[in-house]
Structure formats: C-alpha cells, structure tokens
C-alpha cells in the first residue's frame, strides 16, 4: 500500500469535479458563442477561456494520476513534476496571449486569476515532485493544495468570462 492510497477519496472527489467542469466550461462557451464576435475575439478566448479547460483538464490528468496503482512515489513524482513544468510554461505562453490581445484590458485581478496563482499551483506541482523524495507528507498536502488551487482559480476564471459576456459583452437591443 503506497502513500497515495489514503489520497484516493480526495482525487475521486476533485478529479471527478474537474471532468464535470470542463463538461459546464464546453456549455458555457456553446452558449456565449451565440453572441455577435467581435474582431480579436479568438485571441481573447486564447488568452481567457483556453486556460480554464486546461486547469480542469490538468486537475483530472493529476487525479488519473495520483490514483493509478504505482508500486513506489518516484515515478508518480516524475509525472506530476512533468506537468507542474508544463504548466509553468504554458502560464508563460497565456500571460503573453494576455498581452497581445486587445479586445479587453487586463486589470491586476485577471493577472491575478489568469497567471500568478495558476503559475504557483504549477510551481507547487514541480516543486513538490522534488520533495517527494524526503518529505513526501508535506509533498502530498502541498499536491492536494495545488489541485484545489487550479480547481478554483479555473471556477472563478469561468465565472468572470460569464459574467463578462452576460453584462458587459451583451449585445445592444
């Protein structure tokens, strides 16, 4: 019995959550698509929306691997270290997308929202993987911290863009 077997009800939980939200995040983005586009709309859904299918899809792609039957942490570690630096570099490629569009001005709490706390919970994610190795209790709470923190920096980035398009981005009647 490896460490992560008393992990399994917390990524059932949070795994599952992220599959059902990336489900909500497609029926949002179906509806709000029949809203008139406006020119550079896709470079801000690039910079917006994208990321968020991509924080619940890397919550899910944690749990499927957290919950697999490893024999020992290591490998597992390697993994999920894997996709902390992917993540890293990733949040790089949205924070210039963010930059670049000009449909809408970023203010510091979608900086917030869209780069610095994503980019934490992929650091905590990379950073954990080394930790595993001598601190493996501290490396699994720090884990469990960087899934949540994706889960709801990805409920609060969905509800912006709703909330965006329902009241500011509406058309003109």
Do not use: C
């Amino acid at each position: 019995m490896t460490p992560l077997a008393e992990w399994q009800n917390f990524y059932v939980i949070v795994g599952s959550s992220a599959g059902a939200l990336i489900g909500l995040q497609f029926v949002v983005l179906t509806l709000i698509s029949a809203l008139p586009l406006g020119r550079g709309t896709a470079q801000a859904g690039a910079a917006f929306s994208t990321p968020n299918v991509v924080h619940f899809g890397a919550v899910l792609l944690l749990a499927g691997i957290l919950s697999a039957p490893w024999q020992a942490i290591l490998p597992a570690a390697v993994v999920w270290g894997l996709l902390g630096l992917s993540g890293i570099v990733y949040e790089i490629i949205v924070a210039r997308r963010m930059q670049v569009q000009r449909v809408y001005k970023p203010v510091f709490e979608d900086w917030l929202f869209h780069v610095l706390l994503p980019l934490a919970a992929y650091a905590m994610l990379a950073v954990t993987a080394f930790m595993a190795g001598s601190h493996l209790r501290a490396a699994l709470f720090s884990l469990g911290a960087a899934a949540l923190l994706l889960l709801f920096v990805g409920i609060h980035n969905a509800w912006d863009a709703v909330t965006y398009h329902v009241f500011e981005n509406k058309p003109k009647t």
